[in-house]
C-alpha cells in the first residue's frame, strides 16, 4: 500500500502539476492576447500553481530524506 501512495504522490504532485502550470501558462497568454495586456485577472492562475509546484517538490524532497534518514526503502 506504501508503493501505491509514493505513486500517486509523485504522479500527481512532481508530473500533473508543473503541467498545469504550462496550460495555466497558456491560458494566460491567451488571455493576455485577447485583452491587449498582461495585466488580467487569469495571471494570478499560472502564479499560484507555480508556487505550489514549488512546495510540492520541496515536500517530495523531504518526504524522500525522512525516508532515507529512517532507513526506510521506497
Known amino acids: 500500500m ?14 500533473w502539476y508543473p503541467w498545469l502550470v504550462w496550460v495555466f501558462y497558456q491560458e494566460w497568454r491567451a488571455a493576455s492576447a485577447a485583452a491587449g495586456t498582461p495585466w488580467n485577472p487569469i495571471l494570478i492562475t499560472p502564479l ?8 510540492n517538490f520541496h515536500w517530495t524532497w523531504a518526504l524522500l530524506r525522512k525516508g532515507r534518514a529512517h532507513g526506510k526503502q521506497l
Not at 2 to 15: C, D, E, I, P, S
Not at 48 to 55: G, I
Open 2 to 15: 506504501t508503493v501505491l501512495f509514493y505513486v500517486t504522490w509523485v504522479l500527481t504532485r512532481n508530473v
Open 48 to 55: 499560484f500553481q507555480a508556487c505550489l509546484t514549488a512546495l
